[in-house]
T-cell receptor, first 109, second 114 residues
Framework: RKEVEQDPGPFNVPEGATVAFNCTYS??????FFWYRQDCRKEPKLLMS???SGNEDGRFTAQLNRASQYISLLIRDSKLSDSATYLC??????????FGTGTRLLVSP | EAGVVQSPRYKIIEKKQPVAFWCNPI?????LYWYRQNLGQGPELLIR????????DSQLPKDRFSAERLKGVDSTLKIQPAELGDSAVYLC????????????FGSGTRLTVV
């Protein structure tokens, strides 16, 4: 089983739609979780950290479910500029980031 | 402030040739990482440095890959000899510590082995 698993997509949604991605992780001792965004042919950039209590940043909401070992990212009111690959990232306690394969999002007019 | 600088941006080489990538991290960042990203995949760690010391190189294919970080600043990653399967984007990242929210990635070197 991979350490971090994501549905690769693509998720095709119209502008204004709400879309959610899930990511599961295998190491129950993992302490830190993040969502990174990667545009085509660009480097990954931090989108948001994921806190145990859940957190929101504008149209983006991240949640952590430790019991089921998954994290989620919800995007409301999708914009064309949200089209990108969203990488789930976990620190499993080994002091290194472990990336999922990414979920590709395509927002269409 | 300059970000993480990598060079070259692109490299095309024939198989069995050597190749080297260079990374200049953000000033003051003591932790430096090299990741490899294959098409359609997430980045995978090759090696992590704490200052000059390679503290995690378990995923580095040591038969053909080598890395160094002299003086705890710039780093180079070398492949010799390159194989077709080494075609990928090689990303360098740096951070003050080891938490994911403090990572900054360079723009990467896209290697094509023909």
């Amino acid at each position: 089983r991979k350490e971090v698993e994501q549905d690769p997509g693509p998720f095709n949604v119209p502008e204004g739609a709400t879309v959610a991605f899930n990511c599961t992780y295998s190491n129950s001792a993992s302490q830190s979780f993040f969502w990174y965004r990667q545009d085509c042919r660009k480097e990954p950039k931090l989108l948001m950290s994921v806190y145990s209590s859940g957190n929101e940043d504008g149209r983006f909401t991240a949640q952590l479910n430790r019991a089921s070992q998954y994290i989620s990212l919800l995007i409301r009111d999708s914009k064309l500029s949200d089209s990108a690959t969203y990488l789930c990232v976990v620190i499993p306690g080994f002091q290194k980031l472990v990336f999922g394969t990414g979920t590709r999002l395509l927002v269409s007019p | 402030e300059a970000g993480v600088v990598q060079s070259p941006r692109y490299k095309i080489i024939e198989k069995k040739q050597p190749v080297a990538f260079w990374c200049n991290p953000i000033s003051g960042h003591n932790t430096l990482y090299w990741y490899r990203q294959n098409l359609g995949q997430g980045p995978e760690l090759l090696i992590r440095y704490e200052n000059e010391e390679a503290v995690d190189d378990s995923q580095l294919p040591k038969d053909r890959f080598s890395a160094e970080r002299l003086k705890g600043v710039d780093s180079t990653l070398k492949i010799q000899p390159a194989e077709l399967g080494d075609s990928a984007v090689y990303l360098c990242a740096s951070s003050l510590g080891t938490q994911g929210d403090g990572y900054t990635f360079g723009s990467g070197t896209r290697l094509t082995v023909v």
